[in-house]
């Protein structure tokens, strides 16, 4: 163990650090099941984050907090959705496109709110489970949205796995025309996944404003989006790899800081940028051997479908 | 028109816009630009520079036009961003961040006529580029004599952004002066590598804390370490840094540095309006109220604000220097001898802890 660090803690802290890009991260991956490509995860985040916080605030309440979140990103995705899946606009553009949107908008909505502090996010009582030496710390010290983004990525799993649902979901972001032949409301089905995947995110932002850093600032989120899209990847679009790959770059963020306070001499550099090298090093091994198919990205990634047939 | 008149009347316009400034003659109107590390609404070191372009729209009204860019990264974005206010008309533009150094010179070289002002910078390669920067460690000093006086686990701690001489100078100046009240305090170093990121910010205060610090002082932008040591519900105390963060009186924020750019601004743009800008190099601190001391909050003692706001009113009058011999290095060499103060150079190159930091300044 390095100097004072005690595992327990550093284990619970990075599961509350991995919160916001988890939810964010399983709502792209429905998404990008679906077939799109939405980069606008960021500007839906700080959107959630904004909006989230209004809500709080004016409610009192931190559940409707994340509630308000989840419509707040929801909403944005819903321009992206007109955008992408009606005026058939290029999805790259657009998702970009949304992220700046998001940014200054968030911006403008939250100028009223800076210096204000949301009602707290109490953890959940677990009595005396919690008092439980190792385990009562990493497993029942936390807020009920560390459960819910553990939740989700179970229950998106499960759908995605074994549910008619997610069948056709996956139908649809394998081969559009096909889904559409069969008779499949190729854009509804998109349009939903697109909405989920702006709930989840903003809901990944309200929990970055609500309850890791609880106040409200312009650009608050600080890139956590994109770091969402890269989980995505990195875990070749399954669930439970994305929770993996969160841990995996929340925890090292967390780690390196906890080392630093430990005085630990290790050069933070090297903390700094292993996420980034394990991405590339499961990228590499999983588009060799078994070739690209491992890669496992869903066939109609990022294209437009027009029913013109 | 033609295309031909059209680019003479274009050159004729640049040249009598050129011409005017290269002979340094009064402007009517003036173009006062800003550039940002952060967004202004970081409540923090963009939000007081913002404060200061604020304070010279006031100051000159209708002679003056300001504007900003807030969130450029720094780096290749900035070149850009500083071209394009350059061609834009702005006839000086203030860089506010560190990081932004080769930017502001490369693109100082092609436009000798704008005038430029890099915050905390140190390289004036052309006539055209002046530097300022505030004497952060005299706040520094206070807070940690406030920290060595208040810590109740002899822990401290301060969250660096990146490592450079004025980050640096902080945290020896903060160290020097806890261990000076509290010989037994030891100071926890975290760098988060980044100027804001509440996220990150948030989360290296929560590092600390879980290993025992109990006081922080931070030198990124945001308030979120404040927010995080808000959770302890009074057993963490902090400082507000750049800005007074109010927000957070009377506890966690104790005290506060504030940083006062607009006495600055105002007289500098008032320079290029009448024609009197020349290149400087200004290190501004407590005695010119340039660097300001927020208000010490009841939480502290009234002895420790007694002796705390003593020592701002001696480095105010130049009779005390925050780095006074003797001190020795980390390594336990000498750097200043029994009575000495640190030369200017040493503090703008510094690139050492003090004696009794634990711990090494990345590369």
Redesign the interface.
Same mark, same amino acid.
């Given at each position: 163990m390095f100097?004072?660090?005690?595992p327990g803690?550093l284990i619970a $802290?990075l599961m509350v650090?991995s919160v916001?890009i988890i939810l964010a991260a399983i709502g792209e991956l429905v998404v990008e099941r679906a077939g799109v490509l939405n980069l606008g995860v960021e500007g839906m985040m700080i959107m959630g984050a904004v909006c989230g916080f209004i809500m709080a605030v004016q409610t009192g309440s931190a559940v409707l907090g994340f509630v308000g979140g989840a419509l707040g990103g929801a909403a944005l995705s819903l321009i992206f959705a007109l955008l992408t899946q009606f005026l058939l606009a290029n999805q790259v553009a657009s998702g970009l496109a949304l992220t700046l949107f998001g940014l200054g908008l968030s $911006?403008l909505l939250?100028?009223g709110f800076?210096? =204000?502090?949301p009602p707290a996010t109490a953890a959940l009582p677990f009595g005396a489970l919690a008092e439980i030496p190792f385990l009562g710390r990493v497993l029942f010290g936390h807020d009920w949205v560390v459960y819910l983004s553990i939740a989700s990525v179970a229950a998106t799993w499960w759908v995605l796995r074994s549910t008619r649902l997610g069948l056709i979901l996956r139908a649809v972001g394998e081969n559009h025309d096909a889904a559409h032949a069969l008779g499949y409301k190729v854009r509804r089905i998109r349009v939903l996944a697109i909405l989920f995947g702006g709930a989840m995110a903003g809901m990944g932002g309200a929990y970055?404003s609500l309850v890791?850093? %609880?106040?409200w600032?312009?650009? =608050?989120?600080?890139? @956590?989006g994109w770091i969402a899209l890269a989980i995505v990847v990195f875990a070749a679009w399954r669930p439970w790899r994305a929770l993996i790959g969160a841990y995996l770059f929340g925890g090292i $963020?967390?780690l390196q800081?906890?080392l630093?306070?430990?005085?630990a001499?290790i %050069?933070? #550099?090297y903390l700094?940028m292993s996420p980034y090298l394990i991405t590339i090093l499961v990228l590499v091994i999983m588009s060799s051997g078994k070739g690209k198919a491992a890669l496992n990205a869903p066939a109609s990634l990022g294209q437009t479908f027009h029913a013109s047939r | 028109m033609n295309r031909r008149t059209l680019l003479a009347t274009a050159a004729l316009g640049l040249g009598l816009a050129f011409g005017g400034a290269v002979n340094a003659q009064a402007m009517d109107k003036a173009k006062a630009c800003f550039v940002y590390v952060?967004?202004?609404?970081?409540?923090g070191w963009s939000y007081q520079h913002h404060q200061g372009a604020l304070a010279v729209q006031e100051a000159y009204g209708d002679k003056v036009e300001v504007t900003w860019q #807030?969130?450029v990264p720094e780096g290749a974005d900035a070149e850009r961003v500083l071209t394009q206010m350059a061609l834009s008309g702005c006839n000086i533009i203030f860089t506010t961040s560190f990081g932004y150094v080769d930017a502001t010179n490369a693109v100082a070289a092609k436009f000798p006529n704008v005038k430029f002002e890099h915050a905390t910078g140190y390289k004036r390669e052309h006539p055209n580029v002046s530097t300022y920067n505030a004497r952060f460690y005299e706040g520094r000093a206070i807070q940690g004599h406030i920290a060595g006086k208040m810590t109740k686990s002899n822990k401290i701690?301060y969250i660096g952004s990146f490592p450079i001489p004025e980050v640096i100078m902080g945290i020896n100046s903060y160290y020097l002066h806890a261990k000076k009240v509290n010989p037994a305090v030891e100071l926890?170093?975290?760098? @988060? /590598?980044?100027w /804001?990121?509440?996220?990150?910010?948030?989360?290296?205060a929560?590092?600390?804390i879980?290993?025992?610090?109990d006081v922080i002082a931070s030198h990124t932008d $945001?308030?979120?370490p404040l927010?995080?040591a @808000?959770?302890a519900n009074g057993a963490v105390i902090g400082f507000g840094q750049a800005s007074d963060m109010a927000?957070y009186k009377p506890s966690p924020r104790v005290s506060s540095i504030i940083d006062n750019w607009a006495p600055y601004y105002v007289k500098r743009v008032g320079e290029v309006l009448d024609g009197t800008w020349a290149q400087t190099d200004t290190w501004a601190g407590i005695a010119d109220g340039e660097v300001e001391i927020g208000e010490i909050t009841e939480v502290v003692p009234a002895d420790v604000k007694a002796e705390a706001e003593a020592m701002r009113d001696a480095i105010a009058a130049g009779t005390y220097h925050p780095f006074t011999g003797p001190i020795k290095k980390q390594d336990g060499s000498d750097w200043l001898a029994e009575g000495a103060v640190a030369p200017d150079g040493d503090l703008l190159g510094m690139g050492f802890y003090v004696e009794g930091i634990?711990?090494?300044i %990345?590369k």
């Open positions: 100097g004072g660090i005690d803690l $802290s650090a916001p $911006s939250g100028q800076v210096g =204000i502090r970055v890791r850093v %609880p106040q600032t312009d650009g =608050i989120t600080a890139g @956590a $963020s967390v800081l906890n630093q306070a430990a005085g001499r %050069p933070v #550099e700094s | 952060g967004p202004i609404g970081d409540l #807030e969130n701690g926890t170093v975290v760098w @988060a /590598f980044t /804001f990121d509440p996220a990150k910010e948030a989360d290296a929560k590092a600390m879980e290993q025992g610090v $945001s308030t979120a927010a995080e @808000a959770k927000d634990t711990g090494d %990345p």
